[in-house]
């Protein structure tokens, strides 16, 4: 066997992401042990990226790593992100017949229905912000049993299923399907956090990449509103998938009914109008601009009609909208990255594996934060620093290889 192929160092490699995993479960309080956490999640993403260059492990033994990861991260507490909780009380509030687009968690109304769950909600003051499908989701999940690990599980679940949607689809590259099957980003955000956009991320890969895309995609966009955006190349390449389309806004209206009132974009006003978090190109506009928030609106509208009019690709899209997402708005959560790192890794493109690994150092917030104490929440300034300039450099440097050498990997 040739040095080349020696598939030694990519077995050690994968074996630190396992020890890493552990190592961050056995920490227990992430935002306590903050500095512990983020070394290790720096570790971890060098250690995917290892085990994943040019593919040498089987595919069948990333497929069982993928599994391990997962199920040894719902072991770890939810205490990177309180959204977790805000789901299940949601849920919660559903099963009692109360509309959470109109009663916020402080609501009064709600009184007799707090309990520990509620307890863990932050930002009690503000109503829902979630689509339909989302909300019906938290209501079946919170009907079963509302539990933390429980959401977890079918987060973690729906993550997997990512994967295998990515290893099944000839197109994407193996060295692809195993950097996201090993990589903490969506381990940690799905298996350890449970944020929503595993599960309409895997709506819109399988809308991507079997039958029934339209609906499959409308099903995640049902979940959280990014996968609707694959739908326009689709119309455009297939006009039959105005069939599927359709059929999902059908199944949408019938999941709004029930929240339909003068209140439905109430949380999503305050969101869009108060929050800001881990900002870059929207910091820069806050120099420039005594309102910044349409400003960089109306850059992204534009950037994104062009991308639409020009991308033939349902994938290529949605990986431009999210990266002008990731760069013009006032919030993005690690978790948020997510939008791009799948359809990158569904494209082959490796030049967002780098955002993907630095975003997590955004977790640096939680060095020094006390909940009890206003104004402790504040990113430090040399996050985005770390975080966005060399994602923005190896996008420049693959498409510039890529226009050199068209056989060269994609960026």
């Known amino acids: 066997m040739s040095r080349a192929s020696d598939p030694l160092p990519h077995i050690v490699a994968a074996g630190i992401c396992v020890g890493c995993a552990v190592a961050v479960v056995l920490i227990g309080d992430l935002r306590a042990g903050a500095v512990p956490f983020l070394g290790l999640a720096s570790v971890w993403s060098v250690a995917a990226s290892l ?31 309180d959204d977790l909780f805000r789901y299940l009380w949601e849920g919660r509030v559903q099963l009692a017949g109360f509309d959470p687009f109109l009663y916020a968690p402080s609501a009064p109304e709600l009184a007799e229905l707090h309990n520990g769950t509620w307890e863990q909600v932050a930002h009690k003051d503000v ?52 950097l996201y099957a090993l990589h903490p980003l969506p381990i940690i955000e799905a298996a350890g956090s449970g944020h929503l956009e595993s599960i309409a991320l895997l709506g819109l890969v399988a809308g991507l990449t079997t039958r029934g895309g339209a609906f499959l995609v409308g099903l995640g966009g ?39 009132g003068p209140t439905l974009l109430r949380g999503f006003e305050t969101y869009y109008e108060v929050w800001a978090f881990n900002s870059s190109g929207f910091r820069l506009l806050a120099l420039v601009f005594d309102e910044p928030r349409p400003i960089g609106v109306a850059i992204g509208a534009v950037a994104c009609a062009v991308a639409a009019w020009r991308l033939r690709d349902p994938a290529d899209l949605v990986l431009f909208v999210a990266s002008a997402l990731l760069l013009l708005s006032p919030v993005v959560h690690p978790w948020y990255v997510l939008w791009a790192f799948v359809p990158a890794c569904l494209r082959g493109r490796w030049a967002w594996a780098v955002i993907a690994s630095t975003t997590l150092l955004s977790y640096a917030v939680l060095v020094g934060y006390d909940p009890d104490v206003p104004g402790s929440w504040e990113e430090p300034a040399w996050v985005v620093w770390v975080s966005v300039p060399p994602w923005i450099a190896a996008v420049a440097w693959s498409t510039w290889r890529g226009l050199r050498s068209p056989d060269s990997p994609a960026g």
């Open 51 to 81: 085990a994943a260059w040019r593919a040498r492990l089987p595919l069948w033994s990333v497929l069982a790593l993928a599994v391990v990861l997962r199920v040894a991260l719902l072991a770890s507490e939810p205490t990177l992100s």
């Open 127 to 178: 109503s829902t912000i979630y689509p339909p499908g989302a909300l019906w989701l938290f209501r079946a999940v919170a009907w079963v049993w509302e539990d933390p690990i429980l959401w977890k599980a079918v987060a973690g679940a729906c993550d997997l299923g990512i994967v295998l949607l990515l290893a099944r689809h000839a197109a994407t590259p193996r060295w692809a399907v195993a």
């Open 222 to 260: 049902l979940v959280k509103l990014l996968p609707f955006v694959a739908w326009l190349p689709m119309l455009r390449e297939r006009p039959r998938a105005a069939v599927g389309m359709v059929a999902s806004l059908a199944l949408g209206a019938v999941l709004l009914l029930p929240f339909l």
